[in-house]
């Protein structure tokens, strides 16, 4: 009994019960007493007491079965040295999972005569779908088999507890549709569960983000001293062969941190100005209709896929760099097309539209009583600007440039694209640099082993780059709410 | 507005007054009124080199360059011991681009014994060739031994050559098309039978090592299940959250937490969020890599805070006396929540759901960690079948060297750029239409 034929059979219980618990209390009130709650109300919350508590046992019982399937395959398995234990175990149950998984799909004829030897069964299962790695052992097949037994058995009397539960339910419901039965308030409670339920989601994906980086940091710690990660100056994680041991790598943050910061700095070098010279020519003297139609222009430049500025940097921005320079330079083309101007110009532009937008809103949120008792006296627009509404506007700027830079600092597809994959550290912008995000990147891509120092990495990267990009993010909330309410 | 009011008194006042440096502070001003313009011209500029870029390089994507070939089935060819009856599997391992080399070679008149001529010859036609005839002969076993016209595609060397994407001025050793092909297409061209045909494989094919025969296929259907998943499972708990936010939580520790949650969430870069489903969905819950279930997922998580964002401000908008009203002619605060106000802010949420669908629709960086990148040739049946994904086939074909990729990676821009062109368009459509002012 599959578990979503379960659910089926769940669910249609609780819709039978909704439209029986209904039809009662419709008839309730023919019979003129007036009911408490209205017929669609009782209707529910049978629907609610049969389904709810079925759903809930069938996920705590399929996890619970699978968990138990699992143990039950390791204390089958023949037990190994204790060096390699954690490793080869959890590969060898991934097998055993992955032979059961194909063997379930075969047809009675073909179980009857079970090849005995990994060798003959494999290309039977692939040709049933089921692509299974080589390392297969004849062992496994006796333990797969059972593991099949065992996970029918326990899907069939988990499903039959559901549906009893189920249908337990609806009676239970239906018997309590009456006159003075406050339906209304019980469903409306469960309805705002789960809408409490929705917003906790946010905070399970922060703690998510959070402990699942935390975990896999701390196995990579295991391997690499923490020191060496944070203060290390070199970068060369060298890809080992899958068990080799011996060579280690060194994965210094030091450089990713450099390039990040630097191609951040030079992307923010070029927003900066252009973003807000733009804010402050539509805040102060574009006309209505020149707003109208230059604000959305600008606007569309945030809503084009980093994907794309990246491509833009690779086959238009970096060549044309390189070639100007060659050009400029008589033939050597000093500015390699893969650099940190290169990422820094392209960002700069993506960029542009939120340091415009943000310091847009901010300068119209200046009181206009500042402004005109600046005119008053006598100054030139631009010298109220300068004296006047920029100082005044100058927390909430100094934080929407926080905000933007922690987006510079995270900032993935255009530097894998543009800035180079070499791991150094130098002050010429004309060279490539690499950043935290592509190294997270080259480390994820490509089939890896797991569980190796060499993919571990990237996890210990974002942890770092999750964190710095919050600190800013809460000092930049931090600032533009301690300062917002002055002139207000 | 205001600088009107001001410069007009004092430039016409008396002109033998102290100097106070008035000429000086105009200039000053003329300047930093020109730094404004010049900084919005900057961005208008990248804006127009960037999109002139892309659709410059990408528009001819559109279309590719096929020759006309009168394809003889030869039996000889495809089943030369003729066993096809017995051994359905001749058909499927048959040489079938001898066939098309043949046809052209008839055409071009090129003798079959001039081994150097049939290779260079060979190269007009994509190899692509062998699954198209493939398909036609499974599709209708009677095609053999007779002879059909068929648009075939070209090499991808000859259909760049043929857009003039090649430049035919350098010397024949250093470029791809030897001036003999180049003389054979301006025959088959001068014929009409090599032309250029609407690129509808751009839409269908999936992935292929040969830019001619790689398309969009499988990304479109990968995205299409991902913006769905997106849609089905963040739209209700983005509404969800916000109404408990909005309407019922008291203030307290916990909503405070949330709020100050769903705002860091808001601006954490989007990778964290690729090694967060790399970390649970793939490692943790072992749901398959490369699945668009697990794209969707992680896109989800990632459009929450946007959608939650904009939800709350559409609740916030509708104003307080409606739900006076409903309260006081009786409703329960659930009955004037869902009958009340949720219909009143839906425009307001709905234009927040389609520019997060938007945003979701070009992420590219967290599906690379979840293995979005892969060399998928068929398109996938459910979420749980390999696929990849608009953005991230852009970045797979970014990655190639040849000219052809070039013209492919901007044409699958404009198309990603069209469909997020005409999702915002929508949302402001929407929002235009259904605006309330209170």
Do not use: Q, T
């Given at each position: 009994m599959s578990t979503l034929l379960v659910f089926v059979i769940v669910v249609a219980i609780g819709i039978v019960g909704y439209f029986i618990g209904r039809q009662r209390a419709v008839h309730n009130e023919k019979s003129g007493a007036k009911a408490h709650s209205l017929p669609h109300y009782h209707g529910w919350w049978v629907f609610l007491v049969s389904v709810l508590p079925a759903i809930i046992f069938l996920g705590i019982w399929a996890s619970a079965s699978s968990l138990y399937l699992e143990r039950n395959a390791i204390s089958k398995l023949p037990v190994h040295n204790a060096e390699s234990v954690i490793a080869s175990q959890s590969l060898e149950i991934g097998m055993v999972s992955g032979i059961a998984r194909g063997l379930a799909r075969l047809s009675e004829e073909e179980k009857a005569s079970l090849p005995q030897t990994f060798a003959e069964l494999r290309p039977l299962l692939s040709s049933k779908g089921v692509a299974l790695a080589t390392e297969g052992q004849d062992f496994m097949i006796p333990i797969a088999v059972e593991w099949n037994r065992n996970a029918t058995r326990l899907s069939v009397i988990g499903g039959t507890i559901a549906i009893g539960l189920a249908l337990a339910g609806a009676i239970f419901g239906l018997s309590r549709v009456g006159v003075r039965s406050r339906a209304r308030n019980n469903v409306e409670r469960i309805v705002l569960w789960g809408l409490l339920a929705a917003s906790t989601i946010a905070i399970l994906t922060t703690v998510g983000i959070i402990l699942s980086m935390l975990f896999q940091t701390i196995t990579f710690f295991q391997s690499v001293s923490p020191l060496n990660f944070f203060f290390g100056t070199v970068w060369d994680?060298?890809?080992?062969?899958?068990?080799?041991?011996?060579s280690q790598g060194q994965f210094g943050l030091i450089p990713l941190l450099a390039g990040t910061l630097y191609i951040a700095f030079v992307a923010m070098l070029f927003a900066v100005p252009v973003g807000l010279f733009a804010a402050i020519y539509m805040a102060e003297y574009a006309s209505p209709k020149v707003r109208s139609v230059v604000k959305p222009l600008l606007e569309v430049l945030a809503g084009i896929p980093t994907i794309v500025y990246g491509f833009f940097a690779l086959v238009t921005v970096g060549p044309f760099l390189r070639d100007l320079s060659a050009a400029l330079a008589g033939g050597y083309a000093f500015i390699q097309a893969q650099s940190v101007l290169t990422a820094g110009i392209v960002m700069g532009v993506m960029l542009i539209p939120f340091v415009s937008s943000l310091s847009d809103d901010i300068i119209t949120a200046v009181p206009r009583s500042l402004r005109d008792g600046s005119l008053g006296l006598g100054s030139t627009p631009s010298e109220t600007i300068k004296r006047v509404v920029l100082p005044a506007a100058l927390p909430g700027i100094v934080g929407a440039l926080l905000l933007t830079a922690s987006r510079a600092i995270g900032e993935t597809m255009i530097v894998v694209l543009a800035a180079g994959v070499a791991a150094r550290i130098t002050i010429n912008p004309f060279e490539a640099m690499t950043t935290i995000t592509v190294k997270i990147v080259n480390q994820l891509t490509g089939d890896l082993e797991f569980n190796s120092p060499q993919t571990l990495v990237a996890f210990a990267l974002g942890l770092s780059l999750f964190f710095i990009t919050l600190a800013m993010n809460i000092f930049a909330l931090y600032i533009v709410r301690k300062y917002r309410e002055q002139y207000e | 507005m205001t600088d009107t009011t001001l410069n007009a008194p004092a430039v016409a006042a008396r002109p033998a007054r102290r100097d106070i440096g008035l000429k000086r502070r105009y200039a000053a001003e003329r300047r930093f009124k020109m730094y404004g313009i010049i900084a919005i011209a900057i961005g208008i500029f990248f804006l127009a080199a960037l999109l002139y870029s892309v659709i410059s390089n990408g528009y001819t994507a559109f279309w590719q360059t096929e020759v006309n070939l009168a394809i003889n089935f030869d039996p000889e060819v495809i089943d030369p011991d003729n066993k096809r009856a017995t051994d359905p599997s001749v058909l499927l391992t048959a040489n079938y681009p001898v066939l098309a080399r043949n046809a052209l070679a008839e055409k071009l008149g090129v003798s079959k014994t001039d081994r150097p001529a049939m290779r260079e010859m060979s190269k007009l036609f994509s190899d692509g060739v062998r699954g198209q005839l493939r398909e036609l002969v499974a599709a209708n076993p009677s095609l053999i031994g007779t002879t059909q016209n068929i648009w075939v595609l070209t090499g991808a060397d000859i259909d760049s050559a043929f857009k003039g994407q090649i430049d035919i001025s350098v010397e024949e050793s250093r470029r791809k098309v030897s001036d003999r092909q180049l003389g054979w297409m301006e025959q088959l061209k001068g014929e009409g039978a090599m032309t250029q045909r609407f690129n509808s494989g751009l839409f269908t094919y999936g992935a292929s090592s040969r830019p001619e025969t790689s398309g969009l296929g499988v990304a479109l259907v990968g995205s299409l299940y991902m913006m769905l998943i997106v849609l089905g499972l963040s739209l209700p708990i983005g509404v969800a959250a916000s109404i408990y936010l909005e309407e019922y939580a008291k203030k307290s520790r916990l909503t405070d937490i949330i709020e100050v949650n769903i705002n860091n969430l808001a601006a954490v870069p989007s990778i964290v969020f690729g090694l967060l489903g790399l970390a649970v969905f793939i490692n943790f819950f072992n749901l398959p890599r490369s699945a668009s279930l697990v794209g969707g997922l992680v896109l989800t998580l990632m459009t929450l805070p946007t959608i939650i964002i904009a939800t709350r401000a559409a609740l916030r908008a509708v104003p307080p006396s409606i739900r006076s009203a409903a309260l006081g002619v009786g409703a329960s605060k659930t009955q004037m929540v869902f009958h009340h106000v949720l219909p009143l802010a839906a425009p307001g949420i709905l234009t927040g759901t389609i520019i997060g669908l938007a945003h979701a629709l070009g992420e590219t960086a967290p599906l690379l960690l979840i293995g979005m990148v892969a060399f998928v040739a068929n398109s996938p049946v459910t979420p749980l079948d390999p696929a990849t994904a608009l953005p991230v086939q852009i970045y797979m074909w970014a990655n190639e060297a040849e000219r052809a990729f070039v013209e492919r990676t901007s044409g699958a821009i404009i198309v990603l750029l069209l469909f997020l062109a005409v999702m915002n368009i929508t949302a402001i459509i929407l929002r235009r239409r259904f605006e309330r002012r209170w």
């Open positions: 994680p060298r890809f080992a062969d899958a068990g080799s041991g011996g | -």
